[in-house]
């Protein structure tokens, strides 16, 4: 997919997969994207599935972030199902929370370093849950 829509990538389209972003900065710019997206698709002979496009949203969920005209954000839900994460009892809790977290370190400041006291126990024979990997993990 990412080839087909090359000529567009990071211009005006964003593609994971088969989902794929259109976004521009106004109106006008947007509908003239659309055009664009839907002559390359035909031309490809690709087809979408109308029940699953949004069209002329001024926010969107998109792969765990919200995007609008502020910028990127993290979708909420996802904070509430980090934080809720219960504190890690084993190697494989400890990967998996931090597989979660660091899709999102870019918003967590100092995160390389609050990452490095969890990743330590990850050592073999070394898993150890102490208050300072307690401390990281609530921060």
Excluded at 8 to 15: A, D, E, K
Excluded at 57 to 62: G, L, M, R, V
Excluded at 88 to 115: E, N
Aim: hydrophobic share 40%; glycine share 4%.
């Amino acid at each position: 997919m990412n080839s087909i829509f090359k000529p567009f990538l990071r211009h005006f389209v964003l593609v994971f997969f088969d989902d794929i972003l259109v976004y521009g900065h106004s109106w006008p710019d947007h509908l003239d994207h659309l055009s664009q997206v839907f002559d390359l698709l035909r031309q490809n002979s690709l087809v979408v599935k109308c029940s699953k496009c949004q069209f002329g949203q001024t926010s969107i969920d998109y792969l765990g972030h919200i995007i609008s005209s502020k910028g990127l954000q993290v979708d909420s839900a996802k904070i509430q199902a980090i934080e809720s994460s219960p504190p890690p009892s084993s190697v494989k809790d400890v990967r998996d929370f931090l597989g979660l977290t660091g899709y999102y370190r870019r918003f967590v400041k100092s995160y390389a370093q609050l990452a490095s006291l969890l990743t330590d126990i990850l050592k073999k024979d070394a898993f150890k849950w102490s208050d300072l990997e307690s401390k990281a993990f609530l921060q």
